[in-house]
């Protein structure tokens, strides 16, 4: 999972609206929007909404899964045991105008899926849920390793756009397309997970992706961005089946996505996160 659901060069669909609101002689966009940014902030805090930052380029091994094997432990912390980084309360309310760092948080998806595997009882369902967590915390800290370890010998992606397929096939074409979401500078980002759907062959996730991409990425991924040396945050709406076959391995990610082409919000330099501009430090 990352903002490769999109290619670049194609143009995105705007998404639908949010619904109506039943008050009388409000504007509706406005409503809207605050009601929102309110219901975000109780589930942020309700879910446990923290901002992992880890300690250092290297990824510690994902031990901290492994104490979500029992229900009981699971349901006492859904992140119990996941301490090789530090987990602290958020320091923004993710509106505009907080500093953008306080409003990424890169550990949100698996932290999310942590607290539907705290609630699950299905013994597969829970090894799933499991193996899907330590793909998207390999994904944070840019562990190709790790995250190859999350999937079958051979995985198959196939990521949907457009009626068309652009995903990679196979072990050597996935390295590959991480390898180069890292050089693109594109790692960076939040998936905000609002919905989980389990079954025995199917994890379903639903929710907003928010991702750091310079201009020219941005604008060749179809974004309307005047700067192409500036850099900006964009959000895509992201649907993603994470197939898993009998033996209960992840077999890749079957993908589909849209965004609006001027959701785009360009950042300032002073508010670019640590994480961030750590990927031009080392270059």
Known sequence: MTS????????????????????????RGAAWREFRATWLKIRAFGLGFAIFRPGGAKFA?????????????????????????????????????????????????????????????????????????????????QSLDLLLGTLVPEPEYHLWRNGADYGPKGAAAVRGFYTELVESKRGILEYAIERIVVDDDNIVTE????????????????????????????????????????????????????FDPDSAERIPPEDLPEAYLAQFATN
């Open 4 to 27: 490769m659901h999109q290619s670049p060069g194609t143009g995105g669909a705007r998404p639908i609206g949010a619904g109506c609101n039943p008050c009388v002689g409000l504007d």
């Open 61 to 141: 091994p994902l031990t901290g899964l492994a104490s979500l094997q029992t229900p009981e432990a699971s349901r006492a912390s859904p992140t119990a045991g996941m301490s090789d980084g530090t987990i602290e309360p958020p320091t923004g309310t993710g509106k505009r105008g907080d500093a953008v760092a306080a409003s990424i948080d890169q550990s949100l998806s698996w932290h999310t899926v942590g607290e539907r595997l705290a609630r699950t009882e299905n013994p597969r369902h829970r090894k799933m849920l499991q193996t899907l967590a330590g793909h998207l915390r390999a994904e944070e800290h």
């Open 207 to 258: 929710g907003t992706i928010r991702a750091y991409q310079q201009g020219t990425v941005a604008r060749g991924f179809g974004f309307n961005v005047p700067d192409l040396d500036a850099t900006y945050l964009v959000p895509y709406r992201a649907v993603i089946f994470w197939p898993f076959n009998a033996a209960g391995e992840m077999l890749g990610e079957d993908g589909y996505s849209t």
